[in-house]
């Protein structure tokens, strides 16, 4: 069956750190992959989207990158801040055009 | 101000009563989703709309129902044959289905 995988322990990150973020999938062959941003008690917020075709998105100090050979994501802010502190969800669409998200992970960013 | 509204942000119900979640946007997008969120748990499609007058079951249907008479309006309705209805509840739209989703503030509701 299809499965995505996201760290389910917090990643803890000293302020200024770069926050690496991994989203892992099997049994999938996704046209689409994007991350989310999730605060407690709230809605997801969109951050990024990348394509099967890309191998690499950036916006600000946000980066992510797709290896549909590893079957992989991998989701980095740079110079990380507290106010990055949040639950970051990945999500993937296959030919259907229907998504599945992972269960997130938790980013904290220590001052 | 454009953008995509729930209510109530809370919610209490017996057990054996239906209960109808709002979710509206203004946005003009054509596909609506409606998810289940449980702690520590990703989102769970329940159903998706992407297009008026026509919605599609997702992996958690069983004991919901939905609606879709108007592109701004995608009603969910819990009803009492679902089993564990307490959860926190997120309604999104996107202009098409592949695209980035735009989240409402989410319902949680609490079934006793």
């Known amino acids: 069956s299809q499965k995505i995988e996201q760290n389910s322990e917090a990643l803890n990150i000293q302020e200024g750190k770069t926050a690496t973020l991994t989203c892992n999938y099997t049994n999938y062959s996704p046209a689409y992959l994007q991350w989310y941003r999730q605060d407690p008690g709230r809605g997801p917020v969109f951050l990024l989207l990348?394509?099967?075709?890309?191998k690499e998105k950036r916006k600000e100090r946000l980066k992510v990158t797709f290896d549909t050979t590893l079957k992989q994501s991998l989701f980095h802010i740079t110079a990380s801040q507290p106010a990055d502190s949040a639950t970051y969800l990945c999500?993937?669409?296959?030919?259907?055009?229907?998504?599945?998200f992972g269960r997130g992970t938790s980013l904290i960013v220590h001052p | 101000d454009g953008g995509i509204t729930q209510s109530p942000k809370y919610l209490f119900r017996k057990e054996g009563q239906n209960v109808t979640l709002s979710c509206e946007q203004n946005l003009n997008h054509d596909a609506m989703y409606w998810y289940r969120q449980d702690p520590g748990q990703g989102l769970r499609l329940i159903y998706y709309?992407?297009?008026?007058?026509?919605?599609q079951k997702g992996d958690i249907a069983e004991g919901y129902s939905v609606s879709r008479e108007k592109k701004e309006s995608f009603p969910l309705t819990v009803t009492s044959a679902q089993k564990n209805p307490t959860a926190f509840y997120l309604c999104?739209?996107?202009?098409?289905?592949?695209?980035?989703?735009?989240f409402g503030p989410g319902t949680r509701l609490t079934v006793t």
């Open positions: 999104a739209s996107s202009i098409a289905p592949s695209d980035e989703q735009y």
């Open positions: 990348i394509r099967e075709n890309e």
């Open positions: 999500a993937l669409w296959g030919g259907s055009y229907i998504p599945t």
């Open positions: 709309s992407q297009i008026v007058n026509d919605f």
